[in-house]
């Protein structure tokens, strides 16, 4: 049996209308009472705030397709609100710069990691991630970096391993659709970390 989750947001720009966001699904055997379930929903799944400012409300509701029988149907959404911050004159952006497509980074060295960013502040703060599958699943570097165009990092206190499908990826905490992914890169060495 299958339980499919559904995940909506609803505000400003969607015109105050539920939208779908991504659904997903699970196993109802793998499920029991109180069992704590989370998943991640990312910008794969198509999870994109709209990019126009105000309030808005986003909500999780599990077995939506209503597949798995309960005795209380009315109670499977969680909702939380938030604000979407008003873009700044001149839509921000953000590239790295490094590493490139021809770079190989060795994980016993440490790397910098570089950006440029157009039309907000080098005091805001960015989120610096990196992906060793190819963009399929992200780990932090930091979350809280300045916004400064670079970040040494330190790939053996990350147990990295050696991939050709490797990408960094930095984003604006302040305007969090602001992001950008590097090129594919190539890590290795990663056993020679200690």
Same mark, same amino acid.
């Not at 590493?99 to 080098?122: G, L, V």
């Given at each position: 049996m299958l339980s499919?989750?559904?995940? %909506?947001?609803?505000?400003?720009? $969607?015109?105050?209308?539920?939208?779908?966001?991504?659904?997903?699904?699970?196993d109802a055997d793998q499920l029991y009472p109180g069992a704590a379930q989370w998943e991640e929903i990312t910008d794969e799944h198509g999870a994109h705030i709209p990019n126009v400012a105000g309030t808005y409300t986003a909500r999780a509701c599990a077995d939506y397709h209503g597949s798995v029988p309960e005795s209380d149907e009315n109670n499977n959404c969680s909702e939380m609100t938030f604000e979407v911050q008003p873009v700044p004159a001149g839509s921000p952006t953000i590239t790295v710069t490094n590493? $490139?497509?021809?770079?190989? #980074?060795?994980?016993? %060295?440490?790397?910098?990691? %570089?950006?440029?960013? %157009?039309?907000?502040?080098?005091q805001e703060r960015v989120k610096i991630e990196y992906s060793l599958d190819g963009g399929?699943?992200? /780990?932090?570097?930091? /979350? $809280?970096?300045?916004?400064?165009?670079?970040?040494? #990092?330190?790939?053996?206190?990350?147990?990295t391993e050696d991939t050709d499908d490797a990408f960094i990826r930095v984003t604006s905490l302040k305007y969090p659709y602001v992001y950008d992914d590097s090129d594919e890169f190539t890590i290795d060495h990663a056993k020679e970390c200690k």
């Open positions: 499919k989750q559904n995940y %909506e947001i609803k505000g400003p720009g $969607t015109g105050g209308a539920w939208q779908q966001v991504a659904d997903d699904g699970s590493p $490139t497509h021809d770079d190989e #980074w060795r994980s016993d %060295e440490r790397k910098h990691i %570089e950006w440029t960013s %157009e039309n907000f502040s080098s399929k699943t992200w /780990d932090l570097v930091d /979350d $809280t970096a300045v916004n400064d165009g670079g970040k040494y #990092w330190d790939m053996c206190e990350f147990h």
